[in-house]
């Protein structure tokens, strides 16, 4: 079962397109000719510092992968791995179930091990 709310998430999946990205009606474009959706990387840096493990996820072919973590990079956003194939995971984040605007309404419980703090 995929979890629509923060109980028991440890592994966030979040999709590239329309997600991390902002909305366009090209989706196609190649990764470094979008624009961030800022909104939902900041959510993911206060899911990344309670715990969550983030994997960037795509439709996207393999060819893309070292140019879609380069943007990742130069976004700033905190992830621990990129797929490019779905898989599974305790939440995702994309434009269709847990859409950006809902994932970054949501409060996340704080964690009871701050560890990942350190590394500010």
Not at 36 to 46: A, F, S
Not at 59 to 70: H, Q, T, V, Y
Not at 98 to 117: C, G, K, N, Y
Request: glycine share 4%.
């Amino acid at each position: 079962m995929v979890a629509t709310e923060w109980e028991d998430v440890e592994t966030l999946n979040v999709d590239f397109d329309h997600t991390i990205t902002c909305p366009s009606s090209d989706e196609y474009r190649p990764p470094d000719e979008q624009k961030p959706n800022q909104e939902l990387i900041d959510k993911l840096w206060e899911a990344y510092f309670n715990g969550k493990t983030i994997i960037v996820w795509t439709a996207r072919p393999w060819r893309d992968a070292n140019k879609l973590a380069g943007v990742l990079t130069l976004w700033d956003v905190p992830f621990h791995g990129v797929m490019m194939a779905k898989g599974g995971s305790d939440m995702y984040v994309d434009d269709k179930v847990m859409t950006p605007d809902r994932f970054v309404a949501q409060s996340i419980p704080v964690a009871e091990d701050q560890s990942r703090l350190d590394e500010l």
